[in-house]
């Protein structure tokens, strides 16, 4: 352990070793202000590697901070369990590393926590122990389950097989004495630079852990082999929470987390935990802030949010006691794209709100865009249908940037490609405003026994760009469960229906309301392969004819709940 003077007024205390109760050791950052007395801390438990600075705000504000690097991952001992598989260590260590904070003589015996994506996770694992000193939780962006980040019956191949490369990948190969990368930034290089097109063209994705060093290997082979196996069931362990938590999530992030909200309002272990829980969503994605730019879209200066000033202000509420406006916060806060207002909900979705449905009709026609077919209030009065050809050896790039996260992206960049079909509302005549998931219920056949069908609502602005507004997908032989398999009957019209992601937005004047319909988006999602066999262990690439269908039998249409406030 060294001891440094930090930034004017702070005491950074460096690889300070936290015992845990089987004797291993957790290296551990502490952030203390330069002061007699004790104070509140909040504890970051971290497999990224421990903060090394950027954290006087909150020290500053009279927290002692600690940041920590997880069991088996940089400078702390043990071997690293990924959060897949339920023999890690990371509720215990989380359990161990409060109570040791608490009790030091810096600290006034108040811990909080604090933390983004797997950061985030850890706080949910720890919070269901019910460590005695632990009052509040900031456990951000992460989703009640890993089958809902990385599958929604398909596999998510850019972000996971990047994150296992470059993010996981580069210290265990350190320990294992592989040869570099070694540290997330060498491998970020490697990968952005020289081999990432190569690894998204990896094919079987079962064959690809062995190119991953141990123990992340059999974890990874785990992963592919059992897709759907929902191994942190936060569901369950919101009724053995005491303390409340505040949740940033954002409409383009790919771990978004708001149906912690409403488990812990009806499930919670204590009456605080149920009431106090807050949840904030504005138009982000997965970058840790609220800002008011995401990509290259500007939501104005409404959107973008002091983060670290509404978390101090929780943590001051609930770790210091002071009587500030926390517990009149409403629990649920969002943001409506289109209108850069913020509205409040008493939870997530908002209830009762009145649903509108938009049913899709073509001559036949429904791509280019020009040329697409309608989305209108009233039901098809004739039957007809409109065809495409999916092509896995040329599937619809993602939309999103170099580094593989999901942004607010442009939708007329894909206008050129021949299989999406587009299908829009005349200019609007009055606002429209839609909030909570969108469900597309589509009627298609395909010649294929099993395919993918991508549905997406966009914003499209007469003067301006056409703005995803959210997405949802079904793999065909998942659409009655994701437990079990069911192929198509290829030809047979078979009904299909496709949650949207969350959202809020207004559709203004003028505007068009946008659904486009496709088979992929690679490399976000893994190829269906169309051949009915498994995706991640087969090869063979087929194409299919997809029959989007629309009559008054096989009513296609859009199911949104529309905000009339």
């Known amino acids: 352990m060294s001891q440094t003077a930090g930034a004017l007024g702070i005491v950074v205390e460096e690889n300070v070793r936290v015992p845990m109760r089987d004797g291993i050791e957790l290296s551990t950052n502490i952030f203390r202000p330069d002061a007699p007395g004790k104070f509140p801390a909040i504890v970051n438990r971290t497999p990224y590697g421990k903060s090394k600075g950027g954290l006087e705000r909150y020290v500053r504000a009279g927290y002692v901070v600690l940041s920590q690097d997880a069991r088996g991952r940089y400078e702390s001992d043990g071997e690293y369990v990924l959060y897949t598989d339920e023999s890690n260590h990371d509720a215990e260590d989380g359990y161990d590393t409060v109570e040791w904070a608490a009790v030091q003589p810096w600290c006034d015996g108040n811990v909080g926590t604090w933390g983004t994506s797997y950061p985030g996770y850890m706080q949910w694992q720890l919070a269901s122990l019910r460590p005695p000193h632990l009052k509040c939780m900031c456990a951000c962006s992460i989703p009640l389950e890993n089958w809902d980040v990385d599958w929604w019956g398909a596999f998510k191949p850019a972000r996971r097989i990047k994150w296992w490369l470059s993010t996981i990948a580069p210290d265990l190969r350190r320990r294992a004495g592989w040869p570099p990368p070694h540290t997330p930034a060498e491998a970020r290089e490697v990968f952005d630079n020289l081999e990432g097109a190569t690894w998204m063209g990896f094919l079987p994705w079962l064959e690809f852990p062995k190119h991953l060093p141990p123990p992340l290997d059999k974890y990874a082979e785990d992963w592919l082999k ?4 929902k191994c942190w069931r936060f569901a369950e362990k919101h ?22 909200l409403q488990g812990m309002q009806k499930n919670a272990r204590t009456e605080l935990a149920r009431t106090q829980t807050k949840l ?6 997965h970058t840790g802030s609220a800002p008011r730019k995401v990509g290259d879209v500007d939501f104005g200066p409404n959107a973008g949010l002091d983060r670290a000033g509404i978390e101090i202000a929780w943590f001051d509420r609930w770790l210091k006691g002071v009587e500030n406006d926390v517990e009149q916060w409403p629990a649920c806060r969002y943001f409506v794209m289109g209108s850069g207002q913020w509205k409040s909900a008493p939870t997530w979705p908002p209830e009762d709100k009145q649903q509108q449905e938009y049913y899709i009709a073509s001559d036949g026609t429904a791509n280019p865009v020009e040329q697409s077919g309608t989305l209108t209030t009233e039901p098809p009065a004739a039957s007809d249908s409109d065809t495409y050809t999916y092509d896995p050896r040329d599937p619809v790039p993602t939309l999103w940037t170099p580094a593989f ?11 050129y490609r021949s299989d999406i079909l587009y299908y829009r509302t005349e200019p609007l005549a009055e606002e429209v405003e839609i909030v909570g998931y969108p469900e597309f219920v589509l009627y298609a056949s395909s010649s294929a026994p099993d395919t993918d069908f991508f549905a997406r609502l966009v914003d499209e602005d007469p003067d301006g760009i056409a703005l995803e507004v959210c997405y949802g997908m079904v793999r065909a032989r998942h659409r009655n469960s994701f437990d079990e398999e069911e192929l198509l009957t290829p030809g047979e019209v078979t009904e299909f229906r496709i949650k949207l992601g969350a959202t809020a937005n ?3 004047k003028g505007h068009r309301i946008r659904l486009e319909i496709t088979s992929s988006d690679f490399p976000n999602h893994d190829r269906n392969h169309n051949t009915g066999g498994n995706d991640l262990a087969d090869t063979e690439l087929v194409s299919a004819v997809q029959t989007i269908v629309h009559s008054p039998q096989y009513p296609s249409r859009l199911i949104v709940n529309v905000d009339e406030d």
């Open 506 to 508: 207004r559709f203004l």
């Open 405 to 415: 996260f999901t942004v607010p992206p442009d939708r007329r960049r894909l206008e």
């Open 280 to 285: 904030i969503i504005g138009p982000w994605n």
């Open 226 to 229: 059992h897709p759907n196996r």
């Open 239 to 260: 009724a053995e929470i005491e303390v409340p938590n505040l949740d940033f999530s954002g409409w383009y992030d790919h771990c978004a987390s708001m149906m912690h």
